[in-house]
């Protein structure tokens, strides 16, 4: 696999959705900037034969255009998200509302990521939006791959890099389900309890800022 050198990757605002991305072909990454946002996707990765004398099997990634898999779920997800972006996030409550607003205000001082935006706008959709609208079929989808990898705990993952700042979207999920929960104490699709699962005592301690009593609290350091 050929190795491009790319002078300059950043060619996107990280507080707006992308509109560029760089090719890939058959060799591996390229410096073609390509127009349009890039579809969700992943590498196949390829398992080596065993060696003698190791045990594990292991696998070989090459970045290379034949081993992109698209995240077909993903992307039909995405294109939903964002016609209801910009249809003005019809189908919310009146707390979610105002919550968008304040996020998304072009005026903030404090500007939020559009990957960050996106994780949320995509949980709100999914919860108080999308069955309303006839996306049924984002959450049957959910709850069949729940069902047959993880039956009894079902979950929904937003993938983020690393730097893009996961903790203060925690905060955000926290905040939009706990307004929404006092707003409407009866509605089961929210909640004022929450378990933060860490690897470590590390972890734990540096996501003492999603506790409100917390002197360095999210809540207030992130408005």
Not at 63 to 80: A, F, P, S
């Amino acid at each position: 696999m050929s190795q491009e050198v790319i002078e300059n990757p950043i060619i996107n605002s990280p507080f707006n959705e992308p509109t560029r991305y760089f090719r890939f072909s058959d060799e591996g990454i390229t410096n073609d900037v390509v127009e349009g946002r890039r579809t969700s996707s992943y590498f196949v990765p390829i398992a080596k034969p065993k060696k003698k004398g190791v045990n594990q099997l292991q696998f070989e990634t090459e970045w290379t255009q034949d081993r992109i898999e698209e995240n077909k779920l993903v992307n039909d997800i995405r294109r939903r998200i964002a016609m209801w972006r910009k249809g003005g996030y019809v189908g919310v409550t009146p707390t979610t509302s105002r919550l968008l607003a304040y996020w998304t205000d072009p005026n903030r001082e404090k500007k939020l990521f559009f990957c960050q935006i996106e994780a949320l706008e995509t949980a709100i959709y999914i919860s108080e939006v999308a069955n309303k609208y006839g996306d049924a079929w984002i959450e049957n989808a959910l709850r069949a791959a729940n069902d047959s990898s993880n039956p009894g705990l079902p979950r929904e993952a937003f993938k983020m890099a690393t730097g893009s700042g996961k903790t203060v979207v925690m905060t955000m999920l926290i905040a939009w389900q706990t307004l929404n929960k006092r707003a409407n104490p009866q509605d089961a699709r929210y909640s004022d309890t929450f378990l933060v699962v860490t690897p470590g005592i590390t972890i734990r301690d540096r996501l003492r800022v999603l506790l409100p009593n917390d002197s360095g609290n999210y809540y207030s350091q992130r408005d």
